[in-house]
């Protein structure tokens, strides 16, 4: 008998759902992608939906749903720290009062509710949850584990081991001395949201200098020799309040936070750069002590500070473990897969097989729904959007290539959509790394948002040592590589104090300018046929057309809107941008021939723009 096991995180941000049986991921998605409310926190009911239909089962041949988190420690976690602090933390008891004491202990409610069966309902330790999301679907027999996020219950950074089915936790850190609020405080300070503007962060930090580096090291954080960490929590306000950080740490940056939306400054491209050396540097001897101390020659990395690429990819060239897999849905809704797969291997029991081909078994993290060529040609019928059905996919995949190389911007939905925060062609949007113009074309009239930020590129596994220096996949674009010296161009010197970033921006750095980074780097997405063979067509195609083997590659939405899920999202999307050609499964709609919209140019007004 298949012993099924359903994931779930939520009641704090991005809620997600994940089924796996007898140890095999079956479907993994965030709530968010079909409430289109973006990092939604709410009770995953859709995504719960979703993965049963997927699986093609009932409620009650679920074995147990498993919440990533218990609220009991986290509830003594808050409560113990605003007790500490009172009475200067009635606004934090405020605000958290509604989550712990009526949400999250009653979990197993709100699932009785939505299934109305009488399933067992179990609770995980949250860092135990990311370290099973990574270690469990990796493609190593023995590995340690390095767990890294803002906190889960008290844990903030966690060392483990995993073998086989058993996963073991060695030391923890814990809250208030966390790396991801570090990060965190900055990413709010430097005017951006926290748990969503950590990427901006990320982004803006080549462009800056680490001149602040030391003064984090002596006033902030206090690294020790194997790698642990204090901070000191007399500039920040997350103890006590809402704010990340306080006047102690204004005055140690210079001033004030940036306003959000605000002109970015020397001094913002220069925090950035500092706090990202700083973590760096963290990462990298928490990692040296890991090896030390468990002996494993790879490692698997999970929570939210693992989605940090930089830093992922300084880890994999400094080669401190000879093999690294980061968990592609790092952050809170890859807990839900996490406690899913800890489950069922440690309460059920069930044997772990890993693949016998040395690839992962997070299936290229297409866990998602799919829609069928009928469903989505009953979509356009119904509507009367003209199209092309083009089904053989070789053909189309040539139509395709040819309008990206006319330097066309393509929505592409194929397959099923990924888990996780990065599009992986399945639902992207894709232009010509080739073209100068593409990052600002895409930034400012694709995605309405920062100019600065720089995209990603997807390139063929087997050809990805051509373009970057990367001498391992990254299916899941997980990690920064350099751009090859031979294709780098030069640029003029920055001005000393310059704050002006658009010259910047708009420099020509490499023959791929639309994906080198400033810092003649990008976040590679390897593309290999046996994750998605329609994409990796498309990229053989255009290398065909073209000889380049490189197409940028961002995600399938606007500002402040989740990535699309369905063939409605991504035409919405579509039209409501300056996209030229959609690809829906075997179908292409060009914009020329669409009708007109009868919305109104109110459209980008609903979206929150973060």
């Given at each position: ?49 979703y ?63 939505l ?31 390095l ?7 008290w844990?903030t ?13 060695l ?31 990320m ?56 306003e ?26 928490i ?34 473990f ?5 968990q ?40 998602g ?7 989505v ?5 119904r ?88 001498d ?18 030069p ?18 750095r ?18 290999a ?35 699309v ?7 919405t ?38």
């Open positions: 008998m298949t012993t099924h096991v359903l994931g779930i995180s939520g009641f704090y941000h991005d809620s997600a759902a994940a089924l796996v049986a007898d140890g095999e991921i079956i479907a993994a998605a965030q709530e968010e992608r079909f409430t289109r409310k973006k990092h939604d926190p709410r009770f995953p009911r859709h995504a719960i939906n993965c049963l239909q997927e699986a093609f089962i009932e409620p009650s041949e679920l074995a147990a749903v498993v919440f990533y988190d218990n609220p009991i420690l986290s509830a003594d976690r808050i409560v113990r720290s605003i007790v500490a602090h009172a009475p200067r933390t009635r606004e934090q008891w405020l605000a958290a009062a509604p989550s712990f004491l009526g949400v999250k202990p009653f979990v197993a409610a709100h699932v009785r509710e299934l109305r069966v009488d399933v067992p309902v179990l609770f995980a330790r949250h860092h135990l949850s990311h370290a099973a999301s990574s270690f469990y679907p990796s493609p190593f027999e023995r590995a340690a584990v767990t890294l996020d803002g906190v889960g219950e844990a950074t966690s060392l483990a081991v995993g073998e086989g089915r058993d996963l073991t936790v030391k923890e850190l814990h809250y208030p001395h966390s790396l991801g609020l570090l990060y965190s405080a900055f990413t709010s300070f430097c005017g951006f949201k926290v748990n969503s503007g950590e990427y901006k962060l982004g803006l930090a080549p462009y800056g200098e680490p001149r602040y580096a030391d003064q984090i090291r002596d006033h902030l954080i206090s690294v020790r020799a194997d790698g642990s960490f204090e901070l000191d929590t007399s500039y920040f306000g997350y103890l006590e309040g809402n704010r990340m950080t306080n006047e102690r740490f204004e005055a140690l940056f210079g001033g004030p936070p940036r959000a939306e605000s002109r970015i400054t020397r001094r913002e491209m220069d925090l950035a750069a500092s706090i990202q050396k700083v973590t760096e540097d963290v990462v990298l001897g990692a040296r002590h890991l090896r030390a101390e468990s002996g494993m020659d790879a490692v698997c990395l999970a929570g939210g500070v693992a989605l940090n690429c930089v830093a992922n990819g300084l880890l994999q060239r400094e080669k401190i000879d093999r690294v897999w980061i592609p849905a790092s952050g809170d809704a890859g807990g839900a897969l996490g406690a899913a797969l800890l489950a069922s291997h440690q309460r059920f029991g069930v044997e772990r097989h890993t693949p016998t081909n040395g690839r992962d078994a997070q299936k290229g993290s297409y866990l729904p799919a829609f069928s060529s009928s469903e040609r009953a979509f356009l019928e509507h009367g959007y003209p199209y092309e059905a083009i089904p053989d996919v070789a053909a189309r995949n040539t139509v395709v290539a040819k309008a990206l190389a006319d330097g066309k911007i393509v929505g592409h939905l194929s397959g099923r959509m990924e888990f996780g925060p990065r599009s992986l062609g399945a639902r992207s949007i894709l232009g010509d790394a080739r073209s100068a113009s593409t990052q600002s074309v895409m930034n400012l009239k694709i995605k309405y948002r920062e100019s600065f930020r720089p995209f990603a590129p997807s390139v063929l596994a087997e050809r990805a040592g051509d373009y970057f220096e990367l391992c996949e990254s299916p899941y674009m997980l990690l920064v590589a350099p751009v090859r010296k031979e294709l780098r161009l640029v003029p010197p920055r001005g000393e104090g310059d704050d002006d970033m658009l010259p910047l921006v708009n420099q020509v490499s023959t791929l300018p639309a994906i080198t980074h400033v810092d003649h780097s990008a976040r590679v997405q390897t593309v046929h046996e994750d998605h063979p329609v994409f990796h067509g498309l990229l053989r195609a255009f290398e065909e057309l073209t000889g380049c083997g490189v197409l940028v590659n961002t995600s399938f939405n606007v500002r402040g809107e989740p990535i899920c369905s063939p409605k999202d991504a035409y999307c579509f039209m409501r941008t300056e996209m030229d050609l959609l690809v829906l499964e075997d179908c292409i709609l060009y914009k020329a021939l669409q009708p007109a919209l009868d919305a109104d140019d109110s459209w980008r007004n609903e979206y929150e723009l973060d």
